[in-house]
């Protein structure tokens, strides 16, 4: 099967991976009001609907599971969330090692510990948390994104704590930082679904996801401007654990959170609807897909993950 990408420099492909921390299949695909991942859903590809797609665990909390999308292995090292710096070059030392100026790769997260994960390079823009930003001047080039950035500085950590930031403040920063640069490879995680979960407030949790919904809406109208340009683009939106059946908890001794889920939109995925496929994919497939997508190499590796070949297949 052909996977198609790109390696041409007069076509560059714009990458955005969007993760809404610990949000179950189940408010995704069966009854949550979520207009703008309805509409993605039905224009892109989507996995975790029908055939399993899941986290490798044996823990199935955070940080284990971004490593695991992030580096395409299913085993990594990471099996905690206070677990090591990464070991393994991630997506985004990937797009950094080709970048043509730092801040061509930037990583948002309102989770603090995120931010020391996500690279082993000085070349990628990480804003993680109130004060885990290596790169400032990065984030106030102009009045409006210094505002913004100041703003996240100053926020309350609720719904979460310490040097957390809200994910409207966060999102403020990824999403005008998208808009006027147009990085090659942004990494957007928001954590309030998280939060609000683990307070068993699942009003809360219901908010934080329609506001997410809103910035997968906005996110998704300025990738398709870009497109508009000549850019080729692609889009996945996703999460690193699911949930317990109790709703509140998650981790190794609820299996059941292993599951996730995945949609996939750009110039490249030509799959509609819920893709059905020959056994379980998992969060390690991600990074496979975005190499191929960006004409990178594949990492040779025991527990690589595979690229999902089936969202480039035409329905």
Not at 136 to 161: N, W
Not at 187 to 194: A, K, N, P
Request: glycine share 8%.
């Amino acid at each position: 099967m052909h996977v198609p990408a790109d390696s041409s420099l007069a076509t560059p492909t714009v990458v955005v991976i969007v993760t809404l921390d610990g949000v179950r299949r189940q408010e995704i695909f069966e009854g949550a009001r979520l207009p703008n991942l309805t509409a993605l859903r039905a224009a892109s590809a989507t996995m975790g609907c029908g055939s399993p797609f899941l986290a490798s665990g044996p823990d199935y909390v955070s940080l284990p599971g971004y490593m695991e999308m992030l580096t395409g292995l299913r085993r990594h090292g990471c099996y905690s969330n206070d677990c090591s710096p990464p070991k393994h070059d991630t997506l985004a030392d990937d797009f950094a090692r080709r970048a043509s100026k730092l801040g061509d790769v930037a990583v948002f997260a309102s989770w603090p510990p995120l931010g020391s994960r996500v690279t082993r390079s000085s070349k990628v823009l990480v804003s993680a948390g109130r004060d885990g930003t290596n790169h400032p001047e990065l984030l106030t080039y102009d009045a409006e994104a210094r505002a913004a950035f100041e703003r996240g500085e100053r926020a309350s950590p609720s719904p979460g704590y310490e040097n957390y930031r809200p994910d409207r403040y966060t999102a403020a920063i990824a999403t005008r930082y998208l808009r006027t640069r147009a990085p090659r490879f942004l990494f957007l995680s928001l954590g309030d679904t998280d939060e609000h979960a683990h307070r068993d407030d699942y009003a809360g949790h219901l908010e934080a996801l329609r506001f997410a919904d809103g910035i997968i809406g906005e996110i998704d109208e300025t990738l398709h401007a870009l497109r508009k340009r000549g850019i080729r683009t692609l889009l996945i939106v996703t999460t690193d654990h699911g949930r317990a059946r109790t709703f509140v908890e998650h981790g190794r001794k609820h299996p059941e959170s292993a599951s996730v889920w995945l949609m996939a939109s750009g110039n490249d995925v030509r799959a509609r609807g819920c893709i059905v496929t020959d056994g379980a994919r998992y969060l390690a497939d991600i990074a496979p897909t975005v190499r191929a997508v960006a004409g990178f190499p594949q990492v040779p590796a025991p527990a690589a993950g595979r690229a999902l070949v089936e969202l480039f297949e035409s329905p």
